[in-house]
């Protein structure tokens, strides 16, 4: 099995920060991309931002220039730095990897079980 956990979510004020982590564990033999996801309240899953293994990042454009995602190949944990937080980022934010898990399979995707963002204005 593979486990996604995000940590880090919770209240803050419009124009704070928080910092989201998503460690993978599990039977990984290795992961391609990984990245986050957000869905707001009657809203669709929208992409927040991915990042390769090679550590090339891709941020929507509602987000650009405010969060920055990283990662830790050697840990399987990726970050989400959030800055500048509007109340419109409201949402459950959830991790996604692709894992292979062995030699023989293919990359599958993977969630996380999300992590509430709140955004006070």
């Known amino acids: 099995q593979v486990q996604l956990v995000e940590s880090g979510g919770g209240l803050v004020q419009a124009g704070g920060s928080l910092r989201l982590s998503c460690a993978a564990s599990?039977?990984?033999?290795?992961?391609?991309?990984m990245g986050w996801y957000r869905q707001a309240p009657g809203k669709q899953r929208e992409l927040v931002a991915t990042?390769?293994?090679?550590?090339?990042?891709d941020y929507a454009d509602s987000v650009k220039g405010r969060f920055t995602i990283s990662r830790d190949n050697v840990k399987n944990t990726i970050f989400l730095q959030m800055n500048s937080l509007k109340p419109e980022d409201t949402a459950v934010y959830y991790c996604?990897?692709?894992?292979?898990?062995?030699?023989?399979?293919?990359?599958?995707?993977?969630w996380g079980q999300g992590t509430q963002v709140t955004v006070s204005s």
């Open positions: 990042i390769t293994s090679g550590g090339s990042a």
């Open positions: 599990g039977s990984i033999l290795s992961i391609n991309a």
């Open positions: 996604n990897a692709q894992v292979r898990r062995g030699y023989s399979s293919g990359y599958n995707n993977y």
